[in-house]
Structures are given as C-alpha cells and as structure tokens.
C-alpha cells in the first residue's frame, strides 16, 4: 500500500506564499503520477495540479497557472506544491493523491489519497 503524508499547509495573507510536501511511502514503484487537489467547504474537490512521475511533465489548472508550481525529489519520494500570490480564493484544504494508472485531472481515477492539510488565506 502507498502511503501518502501532507505538511506545510497553514495561514497566510493574501499574496503571501506556502510549499506544500507530500511524502509517499510503501509500494510507489507503480506510481503513474501524484497530483494536488482541493476542497472548498461546500464545493466539489477540485484539480490544482498533478506531475507525470515518469518524467516530470506538469500540468495546472487554469486558475492557479504562473502562480503554483509542482515538483517532484524521486530520492526523497515527495512532491511539492509552491504556491506563490495567493488569494482568498485558494483557501482549502489541499489534498495529496496518486494514481498508478491514470494521469489527468480527474480526482475519481486517483486511487490513493493523504489527510489533508488546510490553506487558509487571508484578505
């Protein structure tokens, strides 16, 4: 089983910055890619951004694009999420997942997900 642990989520004012990791553990070697959703309270989870892991390609969503940036350390298993010019808008909580198979933008296809870890941004 892969196991999949967020930190680095917090409070921040509007255009303030936050780096999100996410440290996987167990049988990763499947990995297709890791992605970053989120959950506004009241709303349907959301795609934010996901890594190809076979050779890094990025992808975003519209809303975050130029502002957040996802990477990936294969020595230390851990993707990141930086997110800079943050808005209210981006308060969520954000959750990390990974697919063995599928590597888009639809959480449905995404097997294996982390706790949460909550955004909140100020205005």
């Known amino acids: 089983q892969v196991r999949l642990v967020e930190s680095g989520g917090g409070l921040v004012q509007t255009g303030g910055s936050l780096r999100l990791s996410c440290a996987a553990s167990?049988?990763?070697?499947?990995?297709?890619?890791m992605g970053w959703f989120r959950q506004a309270p009241g709303k349907e989870r959301e795609f934010v951004a996901a890594?190809?892991?076979?050779?890094?390609?990025?992808y975003y969503a519209d809303s975050v694009k130029g502002r957040f940036t996802i990477s990936k350390d294969n020595a230390k298993n851990t993707v990141y999420l930086q997110m800079n010019s943050l808005e209210p808008e981006d308060t969520a909580v954000y959750y990390c997942a990974s697919s063995d198979h599928y590597s888009g933008i639809n959480y449905r296809y995404y097997d294996r997900w982390g706790q949460g870890t909550q955004v909140t941004v100020s205005s």
């Open positions: 890594i190809r892991w076979s050779d890094g390609w990025p």
């Open positions: 167990g049988r990763t070697f499947n990995r297709n890619a």
